[in-house]
């Protein structure tokens, strides 16, 4: 009886085991998808010259695939057939199990008679039939990945100008060999195939290291969340327009209507976000800890663009110039000591000489060695200090974030309580039921009003602020986005190469603008004015010179008085009038005498001869006039 009881006490903890193994795989983590990666790139080919890119294209691809976090990278390089087919072999044991298979290809390939092929570096296709033992049809790669069961991605890099075509004998003449790949349509469902150039149309490897290709799909494919379809729509557009509108990337196949990334978008961030700048700021102080060359150099292998960047790059300088200060001082010693020794030895005068010459270019050198690390120092101190208020500005435009948004969701959290509040009281007539709700949704419609009022003017006057810093705002700061504030925004994004938009201010364009250490919008100065420094200066001409049409000094030119029809009408009249007018009277200079006295002879008369009183015939003198 006693066993028999054991027994069933034994029984029921057996069953509840199983059930707590059972509900733990249940509820257990979803297993994470498999994804497997094949990438070929054939550069060095034996029958034709030796493409440059195909090789570092597919470390370059395999680079982003492995950063995407693909369980399994096969990189390949320079196969010949046989190592493709063992390599094609190998990865699809490897697919068979995987949700996510994806194959690149880097190198030569060739349509013949409408089915593509991928072509070995061993190949030497010396006839048209050569293709079919040379070379591997692409429906040998969608073969290999057929088993995967989410997504089956193949990309061809493949579409070059092909040698082979250009020496290979027809057998046939009508067997067409095509000119870069020929369109194909997958029969599996999701599918997708890409080429790097349309079909029928070839693509270029370009003059960098990476072709346009390579180039667009390492900046695009790795992006978190971006489907696929997209990700390629912006290959294609990037790569059209780095080969001026030559080279159209082509995607054949069809995928469902979910969005399907090549890398899952990462998990959207709860409550307050630390400070994306916070781990460059840390490194940042740990190289200032330091100290040394070798610490900065090592910051900015880590971050070479940006805000701290160019701080660090002035503590690099202050560092170079404290070496050269040494090396000066040392060089200005070992001239004192050369010169001591030769005093003491009795050099001759001019070693003597010469050695002083040397010691006072060592001094001077010194001097101005010393005045440069000066000049780097108040120059680091400044940039510290500018860091600082951009870091203090930072921190405050956050908390005033953080603020608004705290806010918001308290004035949220308040209206859903008066809503429920309201639901549960007694219910009363329908006209006065109406009113009041109308005026509960205008009061929680207007009542958050202050707060964005308030931190919009804040934000706008602080963003003006910083565009009146780097020079593209020359008017006073104000709480409200005018459209002079509006054309500042503008100018910036012109001159610092940004998009941000010009109708509102924004806490990205806020921090934009304060990572930018000094002036950013050109001076431009009025007419008669020129920029010095960060101020426009009147110009003044020394005398006998005036500001010219090009803003520039220029000597004026005398000018020639010029007769005009006036003064020629006006001599010729006084001309007139002098030669009509009747000739004066000029006094003749002789002098008569009487009995009264003596007087000059009146104008117009002449003394003359007269008649005497009575019929004698004695003549006087006296005056005749007319």
């Known amino acids: 009886m006693e066993l028999h009881q054991r027994g069933q006490q034994v029984i029921p903890l057996r069953l509840f085991g199983l059930l707590i193994i059972a509900i733990w795989l249940t509820c257990g983590p979803a297993q994470a998808e498999k994804r497997v990666a094949l990438v070929i790139g054939n550069s060095a080919y034996k029958s034709v010259p030796k493409l440059a890119n195909p090789v570092s294209d597919a470390s370059l691809i395999g680079g982003v695939l492995r950063r995407a976090g693909f369980d399994t990278i096969d990189v390949r390089q320079d196969l010949s057939a046989s190592e493709m087919r063992k390599a094609l072999r190998e990865f699809g044991n490897k697919t068979r199990d995987a949700d996510v298979a994806v194959v690149y290809y880097a190198g030569h390939g060739m349509e013949v008679d409408g089915a593509n092929y991928l072509i070995p570096t061993d190949a030497t296709l010396e006839t048209d039939t050569d293709v079919y033992d040379e070379a591997l049809p692409l429906d040998r790669v969608l073969v290999t990945i057929e088993t995967a069961k989410q997504l089956r991605l193949v990309i061809l890099d493949a579409c070059r100008d092909n040698p082979f075509a250009k020496s290979m004998k027809r057998t046939v003449a009508s067997r067409a060999i095509g000119r870069g790949l020929a369109k194909v349509e997958p029969t599996s469902p999701n599918t997708m195939i890409a080429f790097a150039a349309k079909a029928g149309s070839t693509a270029s490897d370009g003059d960098a290291r990476n072709s346009p290709f390579a180039t667009a799909l390492a900046d695009h494919l790795p992006k978190p969340g971006l489907d696929l379809r997209k990700a390629f729509g912006f290959v294609r557009d990037d790569v059209l327009k780095t080969t001026g509108y030559k080279q159209e990337p082509y995607v054949y196949g069809s995928l469902g209507g979910d969005d399907v990334p090549l890398v899952a978008a990462k998990p959207a961030a709860t409550g307050p976000q630390a400070n994306p700048q916070d781990a460059i700021r840390r490194d940042y102080e740990l190289a200032l800890q330091l100290g040394t060359r070798d610490g900065w150099e090592a910051f900015l292998g880590q971050y070479p663009d940006g805000f701290y960047a160019n701080l660090a790059k002035g503590q690099l300088n202050k560092i170079a110039a404290e070496e050269t200060r040494a090396t000066a001082e040392q060089k200005a010693k070992a001239a004192e000591q050369e010169k001591a020794r030769l005093i003491t030895e009795r ?132 709480g409200e986005w005018t459209s002079a504030a509006q054309r500042s925004l503008t100018l910036f994004n012109k001159y610092a190469g940004t998009k941000f938009d010009v109708k509102l201010a924004s806490v990205d364009a806020l921090d934009a603008l304060k990572t930018k ?110």
């Open 347 to 478: 050099a001759q005068k001019a070693e003597q000489e010469k050695a002083a010459a040397a010691a006072k270019v060592a001094e001077e050198a010194r001097i101005a060695a010393e005045k440069a690390k000066a000049i780097e120092q108040a120059r680091a101190d400044a940039a510290e200090q500018q860091r600082k208020a951009a870091e203090a500005a930072a921190a405050k435009a956050l908390a005033e974030k953080q603020a608004a948004e705290k806010a918001k969701a308290e004035l949220a959290a308040k209206q859903a309580a008066e809503k429920e509040a309201a639901a549960g009281a007694t219910k009363q007539t329908a006209d006065r039921q109406m009113l009041p709700d109308a005026e509960t949704q205008k009061v929680a419609a207007l009542a958050p009003a202050p707060t964005s009022t308030a931190s919009a003017a804040d934000l706008a006057k602080s963003v003006q602020s910083e565009l009146r810093r780097v020079g593209c705002l020359t008017s006073a700061a104000e």
């Open 517 to 626: 250490p000094g002036r950013v919008c050109p001076l431009v100065c009025n007419f008669g004015f020129k920029a010095d420094g960060d101020q426009c200066v009147k110009i003044t001409c020394r005398a006998g010179y005036r500001v010219g049409d090009d803003n520039e000094c220029e000597k004026v030119q005398e000018k020639k008085p010029v007769a005009t029809r006036e003064d020629s009408k006006k001599r010729d009249q006084d001309r007139k009038e002098s030669e009509s007018a009747a000739p004066k009277s000029q006094a003749s200079g002789q002098i008569i005498c009487n009995n009264a006295g003596c007087r000059p002879v009146a104008k117009g008369c002449r003394l003359g001869s007269v008649p005497g009183p009575g019929n004698g015939i004695v003549k006087i003198t006296g005056e005749i006039c007319n």
